[in-house]
């Protein structure tokens, strides 16, 4: 069976993004220049990174089915249901958690299903172990032929999906800042950044593992270190979806300041460490710093943590 590569321009994109200034006194008194990179208004479905990180992966699947990989609030499986309903190519969504199966679908699954996605509930050992050959031999063995995405849609195409967005920046900034998830974004945006900028990740996870990752996203797509970046684990709040009153207080008052409906899970996070490092000095006076919006405003109810730490 021959398959046609999806037609992605009729989604029509906002490309390049659009990079604003904002007047935030937390910087100026600083000399530092903060600039928003708003990623989030590429796609109402498919937002930001997940633009970037998916394009070449739906060409290159060219309208067969799709498998992929995530928690019970990713982000990532959102937006492959999307594109699948939008598309019209089918999707499978394997879900970490199998506890989950029996309950009733969280609003992020329920948009997943609602989309077309398959939904399949793995336990967390299995998951663990989901890049094992075993592992997804039987996925497919199920589901027949697909097209695997990893968790979080950090491989070597999503890495030069995202080296654009480094392009997109040459010249407007010394530092460019990027919550981080799986580090697909952060390996392919450094790599397309000028010799002269750097790039700043953001985990919004605990665990230490992010930097070994980027290393290794970026030599299977360039063959080996790509771009000046660096990594702050400090601002993870706890792990993936922690998201405690502190840091719904510091997103409510940046909204407040500047009329942006700021999402908690990654981006509230980032815009925390940069004016958190900014009153520490850790910019000199006349950086000018971009802050990459991968995400629309999507916030888990209550404020509390929805999913285990190092769901992504």
């Keep these: 069976m021959s398959f046609e590569a999806p037609d992605l321009s009729r989604l029509r994109p906002v490309l390049p993004s659009p990079l604003r200034p904002v007047e935030d006194e937390r910087f100026a008194r600083h000399g530092v220049r903060l600039l928003l990179k708003r990623d989030d208004l590429i ?109 979080g849609g950090s491989n070597a195409l999503a890495v030069q999906g995202c080296t654009e967005l480094g392009r997109e920046l040459r010249g407007r900034a010394d530092v460019v800042a990027v919550a981080c998830g799986t580090g697909g974004t952060l390996a392919g945006l450094a790599a397309g950044l000028a010799p002269s900028q750097r790039a700043l990740g953001v985990p919004v996870l605990r665990g230490g593992f992010l930097g070994d990752a980027v290393r290794d996203l970026q030599r299977e797509t360039f063959g080996g270190p790509a771009g000046s970046w660096s990594l702050d684990e400090r601002f993870h709040f706890g792990g993936y979806a922690r998201t405690p009153p502190s840091l719904h207080a510091f997103a409510d008052d940046f909204e407040q300041r500047h009329g942006l ?52």
């Design 43 to 151: 796609h109402p479905d498919l937002p930001g990174n997940k633009w970037r990180k998916l394009s070449l992966n739906l060409r290159e699947a060219a309208g067969r089915t799709v498998l992929t990989f995530g928690g019970a609030y990713s982000n990532h499986l959102r937006a492959t249901a999307a594109a699948g309903r939008l598309l019209g190519f089918p999707t499978i969504g394997v879900v970490r958690g199998d506890e989950l199966a029996d309950r009733p679908l969280n609003p992020s699954l329920a948009r997943c299903a609602a989309d077309g996605m398959t939904l399949r509930f793995m336990d967390r050992a299995t998951y663990r172990a989901k890049g094992d050959p075993e592992v997804l031999a039987g996925l497919l063995s199920a589901y027949g032929e697909c097209c695997v995405i990893p968790e």
């Design 261 to 312: 409906s700021v999402e908690r899970i990654y981006v509230a996070k980032l815009l925390y460490a940069l004016t958190e490092l900014a009153g520490q000095g850790a910019f000199p006076p006349g950086t000018t710093v971009a802050a990459v919006v991968t995400a629309g405003d999507a916030r888990p109810e209550g404020g509390a943590s929805p999913a285990p730490a190092g769901e992504a």
